[in-house]
């Protein structure tokens, strides 16, 4: 079995993002972020709009880390800490040597390439220093800006669950996307 191991926290850069770890700073940022309509497009999940409410899922991915059990970096601008996203793996799975990814981009942020360079530098963090196999990406099949990105990365779809969630009255379909550290 891998054994992985998250601290300390793992700071990563690219080009244009630093990715560290969430502060109780964040908290606004990440109230916004389980509220907007916009946001939340495509994520299925109820809303959660207090700050208190972003609070508590900062401690959760707080335990999360410290258990080893999941990482979520802030995505900021190499020049200050403004919050521009998220990008998390989680659902480790050490016996198989997975992970799943997730992420998401402040609206305003879209279509500048940054999600592109956040998910490039945690796939090599998993596969170089974690020693990860493969990475999955769950997706709204409707989200075909977060499919090509997946695909730009090199993964493959390799599943398609039809209506295999209910969320707000609605059945609804999910994709999902692998990459194995030899297709890299």
């Not at 601290?7 to 109780?24: A, I, S």
């Not at 946001?39 to 707080?62: G, S, V």
């Not at 999600?115 to 769950?138: D, G, I, K, P, T």
């Not at 609804?172 to 996307?177: E, G, I, N, S």
Request: net charge negative; hydrophobic share 40%; aromatic share 10%.
């Amino acid at each position: 079995m891998l054994s992985i191991q998250l601290t300390p926290f793992p700071v990563l850069q690219t080009e244009r993002l630093t990715l560290r770890p969430l502060t109780t700073d964040d908290a606004p940022t990440i109230r916004f972020f389980r509220s907007d309509d916009a946001f939340l497009r495509y994520i299925h999940r109820e809303k959660e709009p207090t700050l208190e409410q972003a609070h508590r899922h900062l401690a959760l991915l707080e335990q999360l880390l410290v258990n080893n059990e999941g990482i979520m970096w802030g995505l900021s601008p190499k020049t200050d800490q403004a919050l521009l996203g998220t990008i998390c793996l989680w659902n480790l799975q050490p016996a198989a040597h997975r992970a799943e990814v997730g992420y998401g981009l402040h609206p305003q942020y879209e279509k500048q390439g940054l999600m592109a360079e956040a998910l490039a530098a945690v796939v090599r963090y998993s596969f170089e220093q974690l020693r990860l196999h493969s990475l999955e990406a769950h997706v709204d099949p409707e989200n075909i800006a977060s499919i090509r990105l997946l695909e730009k990365q090199g993964f493959v779809r390799e599943g398609y669950f039809r209506e295999s969630s209910y969320f707000q009255g609605q059945f609804l379909d999910t994709a999902v996307y692998t990459l194995l550290t030899k297709e890299r």
